[in-house]
């Protein structure tokens, strides 16, 4: 493209500079009035161009010109999914930053929707309970727009994982009513070392395990499996345990996102259970990184 420079006007003009005031760089109004390159134009250029580490100049070359597209992206704004050469731009960066916020890391946020974005978006539409296709649209926004006060503005989660204090613990099992399910004997007996730990963690403990039948006034049931969904059942809201980096952020992310109450949650071990190798001390650490996870999720 011919770059668009100080003294032009016309249509080329106005766009460059609609672009601008909405990423708030101000523009006199009579330059946009008459779509004329003047002087507060070309101060709003020359501040962006800074700001996008581009060569200082007055000038909207290609490379400006990119750099200004990309920046004018809102998340919503167009479907994104893997694809070469890669979206890029604002829109990108803000669905990297939410994953990564939300718990679902997908590596440093870089504007570009590449495979490890995919995988996050993926297992971040498993989470909320939406078909994992990796493809973000209409949906998918949805979600991420419902959550935005978890995210926006957070810091991306650690890959550390912090024990839930006692107190806490005891405070939040005191104040909710959890049913736990087992969908088969490795689920049932992690199922099982839950409840006896958070019964054990207070005498007051809203925590329940039961079979296929859940009481109805419930605030959150989790389905523990060892296998994942058969492929054609309807997606629901899922973890899968091994894929975690912070199983409390997943939890969390999951019960906020849920349109009905009781929230219900499935909870896959797919991955991580052998039958024949599977140990009494396996099955006691997952129930208790669960319960950390649902009661630090749980907790205000």
């Known amino acids: 493209m011919e770059p668009i420079v100080a003294g032009m006007r ?92 939300l718990g679902f890391s997908c ?18 539409q498993e989470n909320v309970g939406l078909f994992a296709d990796g493809m973000a649209f209409n949906d998918t926004f949805s979600y991420f727009n419902r959550l935005r006060h978890v ?67 419930v605030d959150v049931v989790l389905e523990i499996a060892s296998e994942p969904l058969p492929e054609d059942a309807a997606p629901r809201a899922t973890i899968v345990l091994a894929e975690c980096v912070n199983v409390s952020q997943r939890i969390h992310t999951a019960l906020v996102a849920a349109v009905s109450r009781p929230a219900h949650l499935r909870i896959e071990l797919t991955g991580m259970t052998q039958y024949g190798s599977f140990t009494a001390s396996d099955a006691q650490g997952l129930a208790i990184m669960l319960l950390d996870g649902v009661c630090d999720a749980l907790s205000d």
Request: hydrophobic share 40%.
């Open 151 to 217: 995210w926006e503005g957070k810091p991306s989660v650690s890959s550390s994982e912090l024990r839930t204090g006692f107190a806490r613990a005891a405070s939040v099992l005191e104040r909710y009513r959890i049913a736990v399910v087992g969908e088969d004997p490795i689920a049932r007996n992690v199922a099982s070392r839950m409840w006896n730990i958070a019964s054990a963690t207070t005498d007051a403990s809203g925590m329940q395990l039961c079979d296929r039948e859940v009481p109805g006034d």
């Open 10 to 101: 016309g249509p080329a003009v106005e766009d460059v500079q609609a672009r601008l005031a909405n990423l708030g760089y101000g523009i006199d109004a009579t330059e946009l009035e008459q779509q004329e390159f003047g002087a507060s134009t070309t101060a709003a250029v020359r501040r962006f161009r800074v700001d996008q580490g581009l060569a200082v100049d007055d000038a909207v070359d290609i490379a400006c010109w990119s750099k200004l597209v990309d920046a004018s992206y809102h998340l919503g704004d167009r479907t994104l999914y893997l694809r070469l050469p890669n979206f890029h731009g604002a829109d990108v960066l803000e669905l990297q930053h939410a994953l990564n916020a």
């Open 107 to 124: 590596g440093e946020a870089d504007g570009y929707f590449g495979p490890h974005t995919e995988a996050a978006l993926q297992q971040f």
